[in-house]
């Protein structure tokens, strides 16, 4: 398998017309709302708005174009995923409010299926649920402690189920599998047929969405555009990694890479040794987080965490594409499926996700201010974009709902610290979780690094 026969560019967005086919802002506007981001939480937040109060004017605001970003650029997990875990929940919440926040996002996995059939979006929605492996044989525990810490909060048992070897070989085909976890709650989508489709049915609301025109600034009374000003009583950031381009906002959530392969379609046979018969999504337990799904067109597309963080939050277009990383994705890729060495790879591509400085994403409106705000998803952003924006969508529209009490809700970030401190520690994580992963291969054992690195991202549980 080579990187040299891949196109640098998303697989998705050979479905979808990737260009800016809307007009710029060219003058004033006036609206109710202001969203700046067509992406998921934006076009969530829009579209449900819309639906609760249709006399509302929401305008959109977009630097390049629909799904541009993230959501037009992710792995296809649509899962019920909390970054640092729910365990992390549970301890920084209590167990009832932990298990209110699962049930919301188990819920937005069905609610993402359920819109996209109402609403004509053929996004190859297929819930087989997310199977994680343990390929180690001490991660084993890992699997048992998931499936048992998710039951002592209330969690069903057939949503989150631990499988023997045989189990998990059955789901999941690779190399050295020892047991593994499922995940009933999850989904695999083409994201760009997503979020294009979801674009259209805001539109068809009434919701106006403005291409190739980026947010120079945020102020109080709405959003300065190089094209005009958008005027507006409330304005939302939806921006996600690329916030930190805002003014005032570099230090908030910052971009970090994830980094993405597609192999060409696979032949039945081949599938047939894999698996993921139900297009299952995957990943392991390693510390250097990998994913993977079978696409409606029998691909296998592939990503993982591990390109370095560039100083001053920076995003530029060649990050997308750095031949060491996709290299070292299909040694990974090969070595947990040896009958994919000679197929050809079609597309190799990346993109920048958002962080926050505790590793918790958050949902805020501050009424006062107009401000509302959303994301840290730091990579688990399909259902949790959904939930988001619905979310902002009821605090907006005043609405008493068992989403406005989450516990995420009005959930306030640390600042990051100055560069270069910035730089230093987030890259010094990185390097620790690959350092961790080659001891933990090596010894079968849990490495040391790992738990320096979970206490850097504020995970105490």
């Given at each position: 398998?080579?990187?040299?026969?891949?196109?640098?560019?998303?697989?998705?967005?050979?479905?979808?017309?990737?260009?800016?086919?809307?007009?710029?802002?060219?003058?004033?506007?006036?609206?109710?709302?202001?969203?700046?981001?067509?992406?998921f939480t934006g076009l969530w937040c829009a579209y449900h708005l819309a639906g609760f109060d249709p006399s509302l004017k929401i305008a959109v605001v977009e630097a390049n174009h629909v799904g541009f970003g993230a959501s037009g650029r992710n792995g296809g997990w649509c899962h019920a995923e909390y970054p640092l875990g729910h365990g992390q929940l549970a301890h920084d919440h209590g167990k009832e409010a932990a298990l209110r926040q699962m049930q919301a996002l188990f819920a937005s996995v069905d609610d993402v299926g359920s819109i996209a059939r109402t609403e004509g979006i053929d996004c190859d929605y297929a819930k087989g649920g997310v199977v994680s492996v343990a390929r180690l044989p001490f991660q084993d525990a890992y699997a048992r402690e998931e499936v048992e810490h998710a039951n002592s909060l209330g969690v069903k048992p057939d949503d989150i189920v631990y499988l023997s070897e045989s189990e998990a070989?059955?789901?999941?085909?690779?190399?050295?599998?020892?047991?593994?976890?499922?995940?009933?709650?999850?989904?695999?989508?083409?994201?760009?047929?997503?979020?294009?489709?979801?674009?259209?049915?805001?539109e068809s609301r009434g919701v106006e969405i403005y291409e190739s025109s980026r947010a120079t600034a945020i102020r109080r009374d709405g959003v300065v555009t190089r094209g005009g000003v958008v005027s507006a009583d409330?304005?939302?950031?939806?921006?996600?990694?690329?916030?930190?381009?805002?003014?005032?906002?570099?230090?908030?959530?910052?971009?970090?890479?994830?980094?993405?392969?597609?192999?060409?379609?696979?032949?039945?046979?081949?599938?047939?040794d894999i698996g993921l018969a139900n297009r299952?999504?995957?990943?392991?337990?390693?510390?250097?987080?990998?994913?993977?799904?079978?696409?409606?067109?029998?691909?296998?597309?592939?990503?993982?965490?591990?390109?370095?963080?560039?100083?001053?939050?920076?995003?530029?277009?060649?990050?997308?594409?750095?031949?060491?990383?996709?290299?070292e994705l299909v040694r990974v890729l090969v070595e947990m499926f040896p009958q994919l060495d000679g197929v050809t790879l079609t597309h190799r591509w990346g993109g920048a996700l958002g962080v926050s400085r505790d590793w918790r994403p958050s949902v805020t409106f501050d009424r006062?201010?107009?401000?509302?705000?959303?994301?840290?998803?730091?990579?688990?952003?399909?259902?949790?974009?959904?939930?988001?924006?619905?979310?902002?969508?009821?605090?907006?529209?005043?609405?008493?709902?068992?989403?406005?009490?989450?516990?995420?809700?009005?959930?306030?970030?640390?600042?990051?610290?100055?560069?270069?401190?910035r730089w230093i520690g987030i890259n010094a994580g990185l390097a620790m979780?690959?350092?961790?992963?080659?001891?933990?291969?090596?010894?079968n054992r849990p490495s040391k690094l790992s738990d320096v690195g979970n206490w850097l991202r504020g995970k105490r549980r």
């Amino acid at each position: 398998m080579n990187i040299s026969t891949a196109r640098l560019a998303p697989l998705w967005w050979d479905a979808v017309d990737a260009s800016a086919t809307r007009p710029a802002i060219s003058s004033d506007v006036d609206v109710d709302v202001a969203i700046v981001g067509a992406g998921f939480t934006g076009l969530w937040c829009a579209y449900h708005l819309a639906g609760f109060d249709p006399s509302l004017k929401i305008a959109v605001v977009e630097a390049n174009h629909v799904g541009f970003g993230a959501s037009g650029r992710n792995g296809g997990w649509c899962h019920a995923e909390y970054p640092l875990g729910h365990g992390q929940l549970a301890h920084d919440h209590g167990k009832e409010a932990a298990l209110r926040q699962m049930q919301a996002l188990f819920a937005s996995v069905d609610d993402v299926g359920s819109i996209a059939r109402t609403e004509g979006i053929d996004c190859d929605y297929a819930k087989g649920g997310v199977v994680s492996v343990a390929r180690l044989p001490f991660q084993d525990a890992y699997a048992r402690e998931e499936v048992e810490h998710a039951n002592s909060l209330g969690v069903k048992p057939d949503d989150i189920v631990y499988l023997s070897e045989s189990e998990a070989k059955a789901r999941l085909n690779a190399t050295n599998v020892v047991s593994g976890v499922w995940y009933r709650h999850g989904a695999a989508i083409h994201p760009a047929k997503l979020v294009h489709g979801l674009a259209r049915a805001a539109e068809s609301r009434g919701v106006e969405i403005y291409e190739s025109s980026r947010a120079t600034a945020i102020r109080r009374d709405g959003v300065v555009t190089r094209g005009g000003v958008v005027s507006a009583d409330v304005t939302v950031l939806a921006t996600e990694g690329f916030g930190s381009q805002l003014p005032g906002r570099k230090r908030i959530v910052l971009p970090l890479y994830s980094l993405m392969v597609a192999t060409e379609p696979l032949s039945d046979i081949m599938w047939d040794d894999i698996g993921l018969a139900n297009r299952e999504t995957f990943g392991d337990f390693r510390n250097l987080i990998i994913y993977g799904q079978r696409t409606a067109d029998g691909r296998l597309a592939f990503g993982g965490r591990g390109a370095p963080y560039h100083f001053g939050s920076r995003i530029k277009p060649s990050f997308d594409t750095p031949d060491d990383v996709h290299t070292e994705l299909v040694r990974v890729l090969v070595e947990m499926f040896p009958q994919l060495d000679g197929v050809t790879l079609t597309h190799r591509w990346g993109g920048a996700l958002g962080v926050s400085r505790d590793w918790r994403p958050s949902v805020t409106f501050d009424r006062e201010a107009g401000v509302a705000v959303a994301g840290g998803y730091v990579g688990d952003g399909v259902a949790t974009a959904q939930l988001a924006g619905r979310t902002l969508a009821e605090l907006i529209a005043g609405l008493d709902t068992e989403r406005t009490t989450l516990p995420w809700v009005s959930h306030e970030w640390p600042s990051w610290e100055v560069e270069p401190f910035r730089w230093i520690g987030i890259n010094a994580g990185l390097a620790m979780a690959r350092r961790a992963d080659r001891s933990e291969e090596r010894r079968n054992r849990p490495s040391k690094l790992s738990d320096v690195g979970n206490w850097l991202r504020g995970k105490r549980r």
